[in-house]
């Protein structure tokens, strides 16, 4: 059986053509709101009992294992980008785990990360493949509204240079984001809306003082495109560039898709905004996904509904950008 697992390795990495994602392309960089990657451990200044074994949610060492593998097999599917963002990543062991524990770890994956206030203990971070992307800077954009107490996860920066592929050498800025929920109603609105307008100062700047480098910012915005933050916190107005010269790419995805379903309507609420026109698809990989008995059609196949573990891959569906 391992020697079958390792075959079924081996060919996910010879034949793109089997795999997810663009043959034309140099590079593929995805981003992904994984659900709820905690380890077993409960972690004294963190919000994380449920997900311990003696927790609401049971939270094994089999299941996390499990989950873990399931990460890589989905990142196996994709054809190995070159880098990709994730979103609900407790800290820095489970990407260990994810990097050195998994078969990730044949494929020469590391990763960038930085503890936010985040009262869940939830972050974000980068995944880049070491031959592919080459650090330069990396840093926290913190985020939160200390003065009115509220904290939410940092947008996580990382500079480096794409390697390999024709053209070697393209200055990259990438920009992780998952910004607060919609619970809370109109004050989780203003907050939203701060974050959207400091991640649009921040693009601005970065293609200013570097107008050749490919500026990409990614991430859960728990907001579509047609809503406030991303219309006007971003400055789409409701189309697909904005006066900045970027492009809210998930404008190219059919109305009646995306990346998230609720209560029976799909949304694309995991956005890809470039300072270049991009190709971009949301990964609606079989496995991903399970019949909607409620609201018909189909769902992503989460870990959890409520307490009730259904051992599954994410609520959130991936998104994947192709570099050419």
């Known amino acids: 059986m391992k020697t079958c697992r390792s075959v079924f390795t081996i060919l996910l990495f010879l034949l793109p053509s089997m795999l997810w ?56 599917a994709m054809h190995w980008p070159v880098a990709i963002g994730l979103a609900e990543v407790e800290n820095d062991h489970v990407l260990r785990d ?31 493949w070491r031959d592919g992307f080459e650090v330069l800077e990396s840093r926290p954009i913190v985020v939160s509204d200390t003065l009115r107490g509220f904290y939410t996860r940092d947008i996580l920066l990382v500079g480096g240079v794409l390697k390999g592929g024709a053209a070697p050498g393209d200055t990259c800025y990438l920009l992780v984001n998952h910004w607060p929920s919609k ?11 701060a974050i959207a307008l400091r991640l649009s100062a921040l693009l601005d700047s970065l293609q200013h003082s570097h107008p050749s480098a490919l500026v990409l910012a990614m991430g859960d915005l728990n907001a579509a495109s047609e809503e406030e933050a991303v219309r006007v916190g971003l400055g789409f ?27 029976g309507q799909w949304s694309c609420i995991d956005h890809i905004v470039a300072n270049r026109y991009l190709k971009v698809e949301v990964m609606r990989a079989d496995f991903l996904l399970v019949d909607d008995e409620r609201y018909l059609g189909q769902k992503p196949f989460r870990t959890y509904t409520a ?6 891959f994410s609520d959130h569906l991936p998104v994947i950008v192709s570099i050419p």
């Open 21 to 76: 994602g663009q043959e034309d392309a140099r590079w593929t960089i995805a981003f992904w709101n994984v659900e709820n990657l905690f380890d077993t451990r409960h972690d004294t200044l963190k919000n994380d009992l449920a997900f311990t074994p003696e927790g609401e949610n049971h939270w094994t060492q089999r299941r996390y294992r499990d989950k873990l593998n399931k990460i890589y097999k989905t990142i196996a």
């Open 307 to 312: 307490m009730k573990y259904w051992g599954g």
């Open 183 to 193: 619970r809370g109603g109109a004050e989780a609105d203003k907050h939203r809306m």
């Open 237 to 263: 107005g409701g189309k697909s560039r904005n006066g900045s010269g970027f492009y809210d790419l998930m404008c190219q995805v059919p109305k009646g898709e995306g990346t998230y379903k609720y209560q």
């Open 98 to 128: 994810l990097c050195r524990g998994t078969p990730l770890r044949r494929f020469g994956y590391e990763f960038v990360h930085y503890e936010s206030p985040d009262q869940r203990g939830m972050d974000c971070a980068l995944l880049y």
